[in-house]
């Protein structure tokens, strides 16, 4: 099987290429990466040197380069290329436009054009994000069919990659699968996301920044789970193709003051230390999604609970002090100004 990775030198995706390469001896992996500041080589550990692994440094927007990636057909495209991180897109909402909207869009012009080059018809799996919902009421879960409400630059180009996404699917008849998944967590995953940035701060012995009065809430996935549950997805075409949409979720729900407390206690540091700061513009209060449509067809479910995983992830980051220094003291401008 030959697979094209995008953006697969970032967190997510960097862990779903070592498992690719762990499960499957026969496959081989483009892994076309533009090495923003959130993706690096080093997130790959000894997959970077697997001959079966090729990484092209490409901008995903980038129509000529994405076009030349096709030197070979590809089974199967997993689509992690992304602008991420909320508070960023706020300060420039056109660049994750840019990454997410016409990235997307220029990665599905790419495999429409080449469908003739091979029998089999390519595959692409679109990552995406509960954030696309908008905010989940209070003791309710958002299923499959649930109406997009983006809230934020972020979760709004998303929303419109999966849109484009589905808009492909349907006028050139392409194989698209979108997989929406709630907040993930582990090692390797840049210092800007909450439980990373917490554990550096804690770390260090620097104040933890929480967000207005801290009651926002996430269900946390670990990394490894959420490897695990997209592999599933990937490499069963059928059960996949029986719908256009599919959800990984976690019933491990925390709110972010309580995340903090629970980072401090296993760093040893002071919870005093937890600082409130101004929040953020348009802050969802919650994100829960329904995986139970996941879990019946794939029989994908977590098995590492989240007490376990921040465990993990915090000894990880304590045992690799040099990823808590990737952490740069970019503020957002909602902060700055201030």
Same mark, same amino acid.
């Given at each position: 099987?030959?697979?094209?990775?995008?953006?697969?030198?970032?967190?997510?995706?960097?862990?779903?290429?070592?498992?690719? @390469?762990?499960? %499957?001896?026969?496959?081989?992996?483009?892994?076309?990466?533009?090495?923003?500041?959130?993706?690096?080589? %080093?997130?790959?550990?000894?997959?970077?040197?697997?001959?079966?692994?090729?990484?092209?440094?490409?901008?995903?927007?980038?129509?000529?380069?994405?076009?030349?990636?096709?030197?070979?057909?590809?089974?199967?495209?997993?689509?992690?290329?992304?602008?991420?991180?909320? #508070?960023?897109?706020?300060?420039?909402?056109?660049?994750?436009?840019?990454?997410?909207?016409?990235?997307?869009?220029?990665?599905?012009?790419?495999?429409?054009?080449?469908?003739? %080059?091979?029998?089999?018809?390519?595959?692409?799996?679109?990552?995406?994000?509960?954030?696309?919902?908008?905010?989940?009421?209070?003791?309710?879960?958002?299923?499959?069919?649930?109406?997009?409400? =983006?809230?934020?630059?972020?979760?709004?180009? $998303?929303?419109?990659?999966?849109?484009?996404?589905?808009?492909?699917?349907?006028?050139?008849?392409?194989?698209?699968?979108?997989?929406?998944?709630?907040?993930?967590?582990?090692?390797?995953?840049? =210092?800007? $996301?909450?439980?990373?940035?917490?554990?550096? $701060?804690?770390?260090?012995?620097?104040?933890?920044?929480?967000?207005?009065?801290?009651?926002?809430?996430?269900?946390?996935?670990?990394?490894?789970?959420?490897? $695990?549950?997209?592999?599933?997805?990937?490499?069963?075409?059928?059960?996949?193709?029986?719908? *256009?949409?599919?959800?990984?979720?976690?019933?491990?729900?925390?709110?972010?003051?309580?995340?903090? @407390?629970?980072?401090?206690?296993?760093?040893?540091?002071?919870?005093?230390?937890?600082?409130?700061? *101004? #929040?953020? *513009?348009?802050?969802?209060?919650?994100?829960?999604? #329904?995986?139970?449509?996941?879990?019946?067809?794939?029989?994908?479910?977590?098995?590492?609970?989240?007490?376990?995983?921040?465990?993990?992830?915090?000894?990880?980051?304590?045992?690799?002090?040099?990823?808590?220094?990737?952490?740069?003291?970019?503020?957002?401008?909602?902060?700055?100004?201030?």
């Amino acid at each position: 099987m030959r697979v094209l990775v995008t953006g697969g030198c970032g967190f997510l995706g960097s862990h779903f290429v070592r498992a690719l @390469l762990r499960q %499957d001896r026969d496959v081989s992996v483009v892994n076309a990466d533009c090495l923003t500041y959130a993706g690096s080589l %080093d997130n790959l550990e000894g997959a970077a040197s697997d001959p079966r692994h090729r990484h092209e440094l490409i901008d995903i927007a980038d129509a000529l380069a994405v076009d030349a990636l096709w030197r070979e057909p590809f089974d199967l495209v997993v689509h992690f290329a992304a602008e991420t991180h909320v #508070d960023r897109s706020l300060e420039d909402g056109g660049r994750f436009v840019r990454t997410n909207v016409l990235g997307t869009q220029t990665l599905l012009s790419a495999v429409q054009r080449h469908r003739g %080059d091979t029998a089999a018809q390519t595959s692409v799996i679109i990552i995406s994000s509960d954030e696309v919902y908008g905010p989940t009421p209070k003791g309710q879960v958002f299923g499959v069919g649930e109406p997009l409400r =983006p809230t934020s630059p972020y979760a709004a180009s $998303k929303a419109a990659a999966d849109w484009m996404a589905l808009a492909y699917a349907r006028t050139f008849a392409l194989d698209v699968t979108i997989v929406r998944s709630v907040n993930v967590f582990g090692p390797h995953q840049y =210092p800007e $996301k909450a439980i990373p940035l917490f554990i550096a $701060k804690a770390l260090a012995g620097r104040p933890l920044p929480l967000y207005g009065h801290g009651r926002h809430s996430r269900s946390w996935l670990y990394v490894d789970d959420f490897a $695990k549950g997209l592999m599933a997805v990937a490499t069963d075409q059928t059960r996949r193709q029986e719908r *256009p949409i599919w959800h990984l979720g976690s019933l491990d729900e925390i709110d972010n003051r309580q995340l903090a @407390l629970s980072i401090c206690a296993l760093c040893g540091a002071d919870p005093e230390l937890i600082t409130s700061v *101004p #929040d953020r *513009p348009g802050h969802d209060l919650r994100y829960a999604l #329904d995986f139970s449509q996941t879990e019946r067809v794939f029989g994908w479910r977590p098995t590492i609970n989240f007490r376990q995983g921040l465990a993990d992830t915090v000894a990880w980051y304590r045992a690799n002090p040099e990823w808590c220094h990737q952490q740069t003291d970019w503020t957002p401008s909602f902060l700055r100004d201030r």
